[in-house]
């Protein structure tokens, strides 16, 4: 049976006079990885902000996790985890300490943080360097750790915005082996990205234009429906119909 | 042919970090030259030596002839330098930003609107609003007309495109290869290995070192390996059961697809085959197919 994880109903967000999110609706399934995808100024950020608990939604029905979005917005952040490119780690503290603040965050108990801690850090081979500061490790491995301690507390979905900007092609294809894992752990995984060979590895794909949704549905249907070699050419085709800069 | 930027054996460190490893290499006059690499790989720092905004450790380098040393002030007239932070002032309005930066130089922006003008007239509509308003395109755009505005002979523009959609990113290309054609010299990096195409050559760069220069062509031609794209139903476990098959020197997603590599001889197509159908793949398909960049890019990487 489908269940959905996250549903969006008629979600509307204004700033000011400028429609940010124009009714907006779809549904995330329990252990997929969907992809949310648009161009800059589409209102990606603005939908992912609402749908962690960040930011409250002008009008539209929304459930987070079983959670309502407008009344149990800390629900919803204790059930879900983040990681951005820009936001993740603290450069001043190193690898172990990085680790048990995020899990003490989250709620973990002393000696469930150590025994995670550790087997993380045995995961990602990082036994050696757990008292590196995070400024001294290299990109890759700082994504990597971003990544398992945004679902230290195995939370119900992750949203990943843009988790692999800049990083080596061999280190991106790691990262999206560490994405696979945890989908099939039964995580559902929310990721932007801007790099179209990554919206093939997602089992759904929607595409924002405007605030709107201009198509959502698997990567084979979207390169049949719009006849069209792979992602980045979907992606060209609808994105480009639209011509307005959008501030 | 006229050289316009010439780097030799050039080095720089921050403290125990190699950030530059003795890199050399020269672009010609007009030429659209790309630096293609992830973050750390000494990209920015090369800029700002280039760009005369920090000292190498040890080397030379020369921007049309100018030492970035001993003449740091007359290359500051003559190039375009356009960091990968946004580094305009945001509190100023996109009029006042360009005003600002042809004032800098001696020019007006109606000198020079020419240059400038297929680019900029795009953000004109919004010239009176701030800087720091812009959507991630706009800023981009007058970023490059600031750049622009005072005819500088060789463009630096550093990771231009990261963090910009695909569309824009095909947008900001055309314009360079229009800027190109006026005989500008451009040097751009960028973390995006399909932009490696669009440059007459590149500079395949990683921790410090350049790991190959050359045309985007001849890099392609210069892989090793034999390389096929496989498919199967289950694309997840295809990689996995790859991975393990003797023979196979790497195996790396691409898209819906794997790309297997191997050297000449140590496997073949029916080979591959064979041991898919044994594995229980279904929807089985293993075609050879031409490297792209970010193969040669891995296939470097691996040797390094």
Redesign the interface.
Known sequence: MITNIIIVKDLVKKFGSFVANDHLTFEVRKGEIFGFL????AGKTTAIRILCGLSFPTSGELSVAGYNVYTQREKIKQNIGYMSQKFSLYDDLTIFENIRFYAAIYGLSRKDIDNRAEILMKKLNLEDARNKLIRDI??GWKQKLAFSVAIIHDPKIVFLD?PT???????R?QF??MI?EAA?NGITVFVTT????EA??CDRVSIMVDGRIAALDT??ALREKYQAR???EV??KL??AQTK??? | MAVSVDVQNLSKNYGDVEALKEISFSVKKGELFGFI?????GKTTLFRILATLLLADSGTATVEGFDVVKDYRKIRKIIGYMPGRFSLYQDLSVEENLTFFATIFGTTIEENYNLVKEIYS??EP?KT?KAG??????KQKLALSCALIHKPEVLFLDEPT?????????EFWEMLKRLKAQGISIIVST???DEAGLCDRVALI?DGSIMQISTPEKVVESYPLELYTVDSADI?RL?HDLKKLPGAASV?????SAHLSFQKGKLSREGVLDYLSKTGHKEVQVKPVKPNI?DC??EL??KG
């Open positions: 648009g161009a800059n100024g290299p990109l843009e900007g800049g990083v080596d092609p061999i280190t294809r999206w082996d696979y099939r801007h790099y179209m060979d093939e590895y990567p084979v792979n992602m980045n992606f060209l994105a480009r800069e959008v501030a | 690499g992830p973050d750390g790989a795009q953000i919004f609003r308003k812009l959507s991630g395109g706009m990261t963090g910009v959609d695909a569309v824009s990113r095909q973390p995006y290995m990683q997840y990689l790396f997603a691409f898209g819906q970010e890019f891995m990487m691996q």
